[in-house]
């Protein structure tokens, strides 16, 4: 084991955590708010929004990651040559930077795991609760909001942990595209020294530190809220 | 196709030949389905020798398989996994210098298939374990009532019956694995995601390939999901309550 390249490289890792970070926060911010409308369409929507919203799930559950990063980031940009007029109009997005690719992969995903959760809380909500609020005369935007969303999320919180956690340990597939997060950095570290456990290492236990954050955050979280814990 | 009129036809892109990329695919995706086939065996493998092994003892070998199953599952899989095939094939040389055959190449896909095995043990170890604690106890006490061996025991009666607690954890990691084989891809064996890659960067057709591997992955999916359906009707046969099918 040697670490003396630990010091040179340790304000980038510093910056790859940061980035990590952000897409960690991000996607699952942004997840989960488009995994909401996702959930709904399937209970509550027409034939077409349910059928839709499931297979979309369903292909985000059903596929890697890391394939539908690269379609996103590859696959699109591909595209760009062929429509006339692309190349002139689209050029921003063709020079964004991967991490917004990432992010935007990152978030899709999330939402397609979280809206199945979703689903089966916003089901297990007793239906008596949703007519007694509609016959106190709540909209059914106010009865989502007052109260199917506010039941239904207190159902996933201890879930949400767990999902939390995967999505962090999907976030160093960033580093396949190319984006300077935690891992990007390992992995320029592990081309310009030639060492390749170290900075495995470095990065595994971060990662481990990470959860273990993430772990008590969510903790200290569902203890704030007021449930029955006898069986 | 006004769009890819510039370029190769869709239908060259996807046959089989030096054309196209068809039978690149098409062996991708058998190399796919064989690491996870075999990797997914030897996480069973592992899964029940490490539950079996927590649930019978409280000493240092509980403390051990509890560090594997916790480290393993809190570590990202693309970064366990290059730790371990770089580990494993580091210490396999070594062994063979060792013993004086000298460097030996490790076969790309037994690498696969133990890295990924011993990364899906981590995770069938839990799903046994809990599987098998929810085994009723009267029944286990039966058994030994009746003088069955501890072994006959298992075999008889614990495993059948802890099979149908187990299925949807189960096919759950059945599916999680046929997507972590894409990671094995970053370690340069060449299963469906590394193929399409290099299809891709020849071709500089990413949309197409692309799509069509995931295609191919969700192809994999759906029918796991209703092979595992029909699994656990069949497993419950017999048991009280409605059926739960996914």
Same mark, same amino acid.
């Given at each position: ?36 409308? $996702? %959930? ?5 929507? &027409? #034939?077409? +929004?349910?059928?839709?919203? !499931? =297979?979309?799930? /369903? ?44 992010? $935007? %992969? ?5 939402? &397609? #795991?979280? +809206?199945?959760?979703?689903? !089966? =809380?916003?089901? /297990? ?88 954050v993430i772990v008590q955050a969510f903790g200290r979280l569902e203890r704030l809220v007021p449930q029955r814990r006898s069986v | 196709m006004h769009l890819f009129a510039a370029a190769v036809p869709l239908w060259t892109l996807l046959s089989w030949g030096d054309q196209g990329y068809g039978d690149e695919l098409f ?33 240092l070998l509980a403390k051990g398989l509890n560090g594997y199953t916790t480290l393993f599952r809190a570590l990202p899989e693309a970064i366990l996994i290059m730790l371990l095939y770089y580990a494993g094939t580091d210490a396999l040389n070594g062994l063979f210098a060792l013993v004086g055959i000298g460097a030996l ?103 197409v390939l692309y799509v069509t591997a995931q295609a191919i992955y969700l192809a994999i999916s759906q029918t796991s999901i209703a092979g595992f359906g029909w699994a656990e009707r069949r497993l419950r046969r017999g048991q009280r309550g409605p059926v739960a099918v996914p």
């Amino acid at each position: 084991m040697r670490w003396e390249w630990l010091p040179d490289y340790l304000p980038a890792l510093a910056e790859g955590l940061l980035i990590t970070l952000e897409v960690l926060v991000v996607s699952v911010v942004a997840g989960f708010a488009l995994a909401i409308p $996702l %959930a709904l369409a399937q209970v509550k929507g &027409g #034939y077409l +929004a349910r059928k839709l919203a !499931g =297979a979309y799930c /369903s292909y985000i559950r059903g596929t890697p990651l890391l394939m539908q990063l690269y379609l996103l980031y590859y696959g699109i940009g591909s595209l760009f040559p062929l429509i006339p007029g692309a190349r002139e109009n689209l050029m921003w997005l063709i020079r964004l930077d991967a991490i917004y690719y990432v992010i $935007l %992969a990152f978030t899709l995903s999330f939402a &397609g #795991y979280e +809206a199945e959760i979703m689903r !089966g =809380a916003f089901l /297990s909500v007793p239906g008596g609760e949703l007519e007694a609020a509609e016959a106190m005369g709540m909209s059914p935007g106010l009865v989502l909001r007052r109260i199917w969303f506010p039941s239904a999320f207190l159902k996933v919180l201890p879930t949400l942990t767990g999902e939390v956690i995967g999505q962090l340990k999907s976030t160093p597939l960033a580093f396949t595209v190319p984006v300077q997060d935690l891992m990007g950095v390992a992995h320029k570290v592990m081309q310009d020294t030639y060492r390749i456990y170290e900075p495995l290492l470095f990065v595994a236990l971060v990662y481990l530190a990470l959860t273990y954050v993430i772990v008590q955050a969510f903790g200290r979280l569902e203890r704030l809220v007021p449930q029955r814990r006898s069986v | 196709m006004h769009l890819f009129a510039a370029a190769v036809p869709l239908w060259t892109l996807l046959s089989w030949g030096d054309q196209g990329y068809g039978d690149e695919l098409f062996w991708g995706a058998c190399h796919t389905l064989e690491i996870s086939i075999f990797g997914y065996a030897l996480g069973l493998g592992l899964g029940l020798l490490g539950a079996v092994g927590k649930l019978s003892s409280a000493g240092l070998l509980a403390k051990g398989l509890n560090g594997y199953t916790t480290l393993f599952r809190a570590l990202p899989e693309a970064i366990l996994i290059m730790l371990l095939y770089y580990a494993g094939t580091d210490a396999l040389n070594g062994l063979f210098a060792l013993v004086g055959i000298g460097a030996l190449q490790v076969s790309g896909m037994v690498a696969a298939i133990v890295v990924l095995g011993a990364v899906q043990g981590a995770y069938s170890t839990e799903v046994l374990r809990a599987a098998i604690m929810a085994v009723p106890k009267g029944q286990i006490e039966a058994a030994e009532a009746l003088g069955m061996t501890r072994f006959l025991r298992f075999r008889r009666i614990t495993l059948p019956a802890m099979l149908p607690n187990a299925l949807p954890g189960l096919a759950n990691l059945w599916l999680n694995i046929t997507k972590d084989s894409a990671l094995v891809s970053l370690v340069g064996f060449t299963e469906l995601a590394l193929a399409t890659q290099q299809a891709a960067g020849v071709s500089k057709r990413y949309f197409v390939l692309y799509v069509t591997a995931q295609a191919i992955y969700l192809a994999i999916s759906q029918t796991s999901i209703a092979g595992f359906g029909w699994a656990e009707r069949r497993l419950r046969r017999g048991q009280r309550g409605p059926v739960a099918v996914p």
